[in-house]
């Protein structure tokens, strides 16, 4: 079942025209009401009769709806609100009677905020049905009393009631509640200025992959920022005005990303997620770790490296398991920390390109952070996790057979993980997250396999015949 919001108009004589008429393509078959703000025993006095003429009179229930507008207090200019409650396509073979829609819509519009009790009778609104799998409900946003009921977030309240009446009625959960860790959306306007300019991304969407990079591999500010200027990333720091050599924030832009008068655009942290603010990433790091750069890595470290990384993975699984209930805080930084641990993975192995393994890293990161930017304080096994992001990190690229297997052997124990990070969602009710769990450990089982393919059973180019002796003289094979 999915509930969706349509846009607010001023004119409720006109939607219940279109709603008691033909439709567009004669669909609508036998409308009646099933629920009205005044409870069931005016429901029949209420239902638009037919006139002569065959149409429906819709003059009385009109102006009943539109009395508290009428008569309030500034009323607002655009105060009809319009919902739709349809069934899922598995679930639209079912026979639902209009005592059960009923019940579904008042059940949902009482935890909008729609419907109240009897002693506050709140907004005015109808129920209406006109085929098998959906209903539509129209209210007016000024109460009994005069006053403007607003139905801020409507949207995001009714797929979370919605979602609850489903749950009780035994219907598919078409769309889960929001959880609040998704990025925002670029603003169209982004959208068309990267297209324009042939990018691939919105500036903010790259700088936002970029900073992340960063961040997974640095374990204080100082080194943070210093990763951020290797990479190209213009860096603007913010003094404290009360002690200038603190800092207190900070802000990056592309060097090629300019404005149409010629300046360039910025994005602080909090613009580009909201647990990648200074703060919030110094307590993410913990307490300052330092690591010094090994001037020769060879193919033996890398894989000393990725074999000691896989072996905290699996104790970071088995912690996530333990701490899910007793500890839910220290299994939310572990999770974040292995989501560090796999950006740095994808670095290494795909270098700035953004391919399979990399994108796997962004969904997994959307399934290990918290909701609304919280950031837990980290813990003896986040910091272990964080080191060996920074190790790899400092391994630079993979060079041979060997260490891009042990490279794929951790990617498979970090498909493991996903899965256990996929029953802690789920066990949350972040259904969202759960998700992006699941996608996320199916893509790193799909980049291991067939990376492991490409290792152990090379193919010979066919534009490239192999070369073959015959009679002492190397010829090739077709001549």
Request: glycine share 8%; net charge positive; hydrophobic share 40%.
């Amino acid at each position: 079942m999915i509930t969706r919001v349509h846009r607010r108009g001023s004119r409720i004589g006109g939607l219940l025209r279109y709603l008691w008429g033909p439709g567009k393509a004669e669909e609508h078959i036998n409308p009646h009401l099933v629920a009205v703000w005044d409870g069931a025993g005016t429901l029949a006095g209420l239902e638009p009769k037919v006139t002569a003429n065959g149409k429906r009179d819709l003059r009385v229930l009109t102006a009943l709806l539109e009395q508290p507008v009428r008569a309030g207090h500034r009323p607002p200019t655009k105060f009809v609100w319009h919902a739709s409650m349809r069934l899922a396509p598995e679930d639209r073979h079912r026979s639902i009677s209009d005592t059960t829609w009923a019940n579904m819509a008042v059940q949902m519009l009482t935890e909008v905020g729609v419907a109240t009790t009897a002693a506050d009778p709140g907004l005015r609104w109808i129920a209406m049905r006109h085929a098998d799998d959906h209903v539509h409900i129209v209210a007016t946003l000024v109460r009994e009393d005069g006053r403007t009921n607003w139905l801020r977030n409507d949207y995001p309240r009714c797929v979370k009631a919605t979602y609850n009446v489903a749950r009780r009625w035994n219907l598919r959960r078409w769309v889960p509640p929001a959880d609040r860790t998704a990025h925002r959306r670029p603003h169209p306007a982004e959208v068309s200025k990267a297209r324009r300019a042939g990018r691939g991304r919105t500036p903010r969407d790259e700088l936002r992959r970029r900073v992340r990079t960063a961040a997974a591999a640095a374990g204080s500010q100082e080194e943070f920022f210093a990763r951020l200027r290797e990479a190209g990333i213009l860096v603007r720091l913010r003094q404290s005005s009360t002690d200038p050599r603190q800092i207190t924030g900070y802000a990056v832009a592309l060097p090629d990303t300019r404005t149409t008068s010629g300046q360039r655009v910025y994005f602080g942290g909090g613009r580009l997620a909201p647990d990648m603010t200074l703060p919030k990433l110094r307590l993410r790091w913990g307490a300052p770790t330092f690591m010094p750069v090994t001037p020769a890595v060879g193919r033996t470290e890398r894989v000393a490296a990725m074999r000691q990384a896989a072996k905290v993975v699996t104790a970071a699984a088995d912690d996530i398991r333990r701490d899910a209930h007793a500890v839910p805080g220290r299994a939310q930084a572990t999770a974040v920390a292995a989501a560090d641990l796999l950006t740095s993975l994808a670095y290494t192995m795909e270098g700035d390109r953004r391919g399979p393994l990399h994108r796997a890293a962004e969904v997994f990161d959307r399934a290990a952070r918290d909701l609304y930017g919280r950031v837990q304080k980290s813990t003896s096994r986040s910091q272990e996790m964080r080191v060996m992001s920074r190790l790899v990190a400092l391994l630079g690229r993979l060079s041979g057979d060997d260490d891009t297997i042990a490279a794929l052997a951790l990617v498979m124990d970090l498909a493991r993980l996903a899965d256990t990070l996929e029953q802690l969602r789920n066990a949350q009710h972040r259904l969202h997250q759960a998700e992006a769990a699941r996608t996320a450990a199916d893509a790193l089982r799909l980049v291991a396999g067939g990376r492991q393919r490409a290792v152990t059973l090379p193919l010979t180019p066919t534009s490239t015949p192999s070369p073959t002796v015959r009679g002492g003289r190397r010829t090739k094979r077709g001549r």
